[in-house]
């Protein structure tokens, strides 16, 4: 099928995204325009182990990347790793800075599995990637959490400060792979690639670095690298960020919006030039979501410590941007699950399971309710219905509007950290004991 140029949202802000024009592919993190939003049909309301369960499939390792979808095959990412000895993990604890509790691994490998969508069937199991010593990560976390991008039979993997490669799914051959993405993150990587045009852009906010950089996806190599320029506070724990940006047009002129610690900034996709940074005027940092757009508004969460929800209005200037914030929310606003937009609503729901409904132009909060007990993940809306994946295994489906409305309560065996994809009559969930296709 024939990509194309989608537009999503009103106002002068407009979310641009390549897209196939069925609902038969997932091609990134929350989907076709990065925003949660599906064109698809005939998915299920309610599951369980024992219902709607077309397939389930074990993968070797772990990773909280979300499937990719095309041509009928799913793609995820993994790490198979092999722990450090007891006396190397000690050295090596002491050597960081973090109070966290860390995996430390001897050795990584990095790996991309498809799957064939109607059955399950593992089709293919190729290393990307080897590792020695990698960084010590957040026990919650996976050396394979960054999401994917298919596009046109090329698989591009990202594993944080490991490197990128580029896949030919049909060949099963690596093209290109670039390993000089240096950040230390400590916690592990969690930043997802956003394509745009011929630019892999990615966001590298550790404790001693902190930029967006830029690679060719035809060849693997450097195009730009833009360091952040916002001030950074002295504990080097808070300069972590694990966002992914969003590629927006303010009025015709392309953005990419992203997120860092304490500052989210604007940059030009093509030469990595700042157009503009704004603080959050309190403190945020390891944030994980995703920014919308929408009403001629950017919605950024701040992350950790004083998580806030704020509307951004981005102005394009004769001699350049600027930034303010229009509203602001403090209320059960999640640090690592990103919003989900759906007509003049915004739907978020906390750390801790508390769902909200607010109005995009204004900040009004319509509905407050609990839906569980613990959420990572990013919603979804799909088929007129929105799915919130909790981390115990648990979905809720509620019906979007003003007023609150549960559909269905679900549940899956094991941890649910990754975000779902959706095609025409299929939903792949991904749990750390398997991959899930329900129908």
Known sequence: MTPHRIRIALGCV??????????????????????GYAQVRDLPVSWSET???????VVPGRGWSTPVIENGRVWVTTGIDTPASKADAERRRKTSTNAQPLTISESVSLRAVGLDLKTGEVLHDIEVISQRDPQMIHQQNTYATPTPIIENGRLY???????????DVETQKVLWRNQALDVKHENGPGSSPVLWGDHLIVHCDGIDQQY???????????AWKTHRTGHQRDDVQMRKSYATSLVVKVQQQPQVISPGADWVYGYDPISGRELWKLSYGMQGFSNASRPIAGHGLVYVCTGYM???MLAIRVDQKRKGSQAEVVWSLKKQ????SSPLMVGQEIYFVSDNGIASCIDAKTGKVHWVQRIG?????????????IYFFGSEGDTAVIEPGTSFRRLASNQLDGTMLATGAAVDGSLVLRTDQAVYCLR
């Open 333 to 336: 606003v999640p640090n690592v």
């Open 306 to 308: 004083n998580a806030q």
């Open 157 to 167: 993997c990202h594993y944080g400060p490991y490197g990128m490669a580029c896949l």
């Open 373 to 385: 007990t613990k959420f990572w993940a990013s919603p979804l809306y799909a088929d007129g219905r």
């Open 14 to 35: 407009t979310v641009m995204a390549t897209m196939v024009s069925a609902g038969d592919q997932w091609p990134e993190w929350r989907g076709p325009g990065g925003q």
């Open 212 to 222: 967006i950089v830029a690679i060719d996806k035809n060849t693997g190599k450097q």
């Open 51 to 57: 219902e709607h369960v077309a397939w389930k499939v």
